[in-house]
């Protein structure tokens, strides 16, 4: 299981930190940022799917390892973050 999330993980934090360290430089960078946050929110649907997958395989025991909250906890913050940063910045253009 390492193996196969090793490649997509690394992609995931690259993703991650260039969607939150980003430049707001205008409109010519329109494409690039909605590219990133597209591609940002599927590899956290793909990570949260991978672990809700584990959660129906070991059931209520997986929450008991800190370590699998660990897991599951940062596709759904990054994802909660995508989406109010994502508001607030349409928010803000008008």
Do not use: C
């Not at 090793?6 to 430049?23: A, E, H, N, Q």
């Not at 929110?41 to 660990?70: A, D, M, P, T």
């Amino acid at each position: 299981m390492v193996r196969k999330t090793f490649i997509p993980y690394v992609i995931y934090v690259g993703l991650t930190l260039g969607f939150f360290f980003k430049k707001d430089t205008g409109l010519e960078n329109f494409w690039i940022t909605l590219t990133l946050t597209v591609l940002l929110v599927l590899f956290s649907f793909y990570f949260l799917y991978e672990e809700v997958k584990q959660v129906k395989h070991i059931g209520r025991q997986y929450f008991n390892s800190f370590y699998n909250v660990l897991d599951i906890l940062p596709p759904i913050v990054i994802t909660a973050t995508v989406l109010f940063t994502t508001i607030s910045e349409a928010m803000d253009a008008k």
